[in-house]
């Protein structure tokens, strides 16, 4: 029986003493897999003055090196996505453009305008952009969109858009605001030309629009409602028009289509009217539809006018509602004002394709069907 033990010892020592060599071996040259390699003496001298060296350094910096490993990790983790922002935006009277913000590490930011890109970087590990633009821009309103796309594939839109109006003087200072493209964000003033408040040129930063101290010019520039207007036009059935429309205080509404008068259903509390107008028998191609808006003594508060061609609201036949541009539209309110989000500007013009040459390039009287 002790001869039986004595043999299992032996057997197990040797079995331990050949892992350890293999261990050994296997686990010297980081480079062998598979074969055992033969270690030098002097390998092992300066494996051996390597470790000692690197020892102390080691010690000294393992708190702040594991610190700065886990932040970037972090910040390069395709999981925590950041969002979008712009931050800073600067146009020169000439057209010259930066843009900054944040967004995630390592993403790619592009700055375009319709289908052009107007500027390209990327976002740094600190989690912040700054894009130039490769050309100036030239003069007239711009609708200027910041995208960001992140290492896995994934695009993100900013939830604000840029708002540019650059004069044709190449002296001036633009306007430039920045504007929400979802029911989260609101409306924010960055610059103001002194041509609108009649004060020398200003950068006024990330303000809330409502909050500022505008003059009524510059407000018509952003989303400021006025006191009447006519919302939407549709077809009740095939020879009455039924108009929807919203007004600020008041206590009626009342208005003509040429010759056919109508009163308004008109809520006061939420400003919101309807009325409907029958155009059988009404002759002439142009049609002017005026409202007015009478307050408790039945005198009229503002009026409201509109012409257009009565032809083009066959447009709507198909049981869409309409809109009619007036001066100082643009597509992106119309669709923010319509659906509560900007970009459905694009889902208009491709309604309307045959109506819209150029998104920037809208005329009063034109008529729009509203797509669902």
């Known amino acids: 029986m002790r001869v039986l033990i004595a043999g299992l010892l032996i057997i197990g020592g040797g079995l331990a003493a050949l892992a350890l060599i293999w261990m050994f071996y296997t686990t010297s040259d980081p480079k062998s897999s598979s074969a055992i390699s033969v270690v030098t003496d002097e390998e092992t001298e300066k494996h051996r003055e390597n470790s000692t060296k690197g020892q102390?350094?080691?010690?000294?910096?393992?708190?702040?090196?594991?610190?700065?490993?886990?932040?970037?990790?972090?910040?390069?983790d395709p999981d925590d996505t950041s969002p979008l922002r712009i931050d800073v935006v600067r146009i020169g009277p000439d057209g010259?453009?930066?843009?900054?913000?944040?967004?995630?590490?390592?993403a790619g930011v592009?700055?375009?305008?319709?289908?052009?890109?107007?500027?390209?970087?990327?976002?740094?590990?600190?989690?912040?952009w700054v894009a130039v633009a490769e050309q100036?821009?030239?003069?007239?309103?711009?609708?200027?969109?910041?995208?960001?796309?992140?290492?896995?594939?994934k695009v993100y839109r900013a939830d604000q858009a840029v708002i540019v109006e650059?004069?044709?003087?190449?002296?001036?200072?633009?306007?430039?605001?920045?504007v929400p493209m979802t029911e989260q964000s609101e409306a924010e003033l960055i610059q103001t030309p002194?041509?609108?408040?009649?004060?020398?040129?200003?950068?006024?930063?990330?303000?809330?629009?409502?909050?500022?101290?505008?003059?009524?010019?510059?407000?018509?520039?952003?989303?400021?409602?006025v006191r009447l207007s006519v919302m939407t036009l549709s077809w009740a059935d095939q020879d009455s028009l039924y108009i929807k429309g919203t007004s600020n205080g008041g206590e009626a509404v009342r208005g003509m289509l040429n010759d056919r008068a109508f009163?308004?259903?008109?809520?006061?509390?939420?400003?919101?009217?309807?009325?409907?107008?029958?155009?059988r028998g009404l002759k002439g191609e142009s049609g002017l539809l005026v409202s007015h808006l009478l307050n408790a003594a039945d005198k009229v508060i503002v009026s409201h006018q509109?012409?257009?061609?009565?032809?083009?609201?066959?447009?709507?036949?198909?049981?869409?509602?309409?809109?009619?541009?007036?001066?100082?539209?643009?597509?992106?309110?119309?669709?923010?004002?319509?659906?509560?989000?900007?970009?459905?500007?694009?889902?208009?013009?491709?309604?309307?394709?045959?109506?819209?040459?150029?998104?920037?390039?809208i005329y009063p009287a034109q008529i729009f069907a509203l797509p669902e």
């Open 306 to 361: 509109l012409d257009f061609s009565l032809s083009q609201l066959d447009v709507g036949r198909d049981g869409s509602e309409m809109i009619i541009i007036e001066k100082g539209d643009m597509l992106w309110r119309i669709a923010y004002r319509t659906y509560g989000d900007g970009i459905r500007y694009l889902d208009i013009v491709k309604r309307n394709q045959d109506r819209i040459a150029d998104p920037d390039l």
């Open 263 to 279: 009163t308004a259903n008109h809520n006061k509390n939420s400003g919101d009217w309807t009325a409907r107008i029958s155009l």
């Open 56 to 76: 102390t350094d080691s010690t000294e910096g393992t708190s702040e090196s594991a610190s700065k490993k886990s932040e970037r990790a972090k910040q390069a």
């Open 110 to 128: 592009v700055i375009f305008e319709k289908n052009k890109i107007l500027a390209q970087t990327s976002v740094s590990v600190d989690g912040e």
């Open 96 to 106: 010259t453009a930066v843009f900054a913000g944040q967004g995630s590490a390592n």
């Open 194 to 225: 002194n041509a609108l408040t009649g004060k020398p040129q200003t950068q006024v930063g990330r303000q809330t629009a409502g909050t500022t101290d505008l003059n009524a010019d510059l407000k018509a520039v952003l989303i400021e409602p």
């Open 136 to 153: 100036p821009l030239t003069a007239g309103k711009h609708l200027i969109i910041a995208e960001m796309t992140t290492s896995d594939g």
């Open 166 to 178: 650059l004069g044709i003087s190449g002296q001036d200072m633009p306007l430039i605001a920045l």
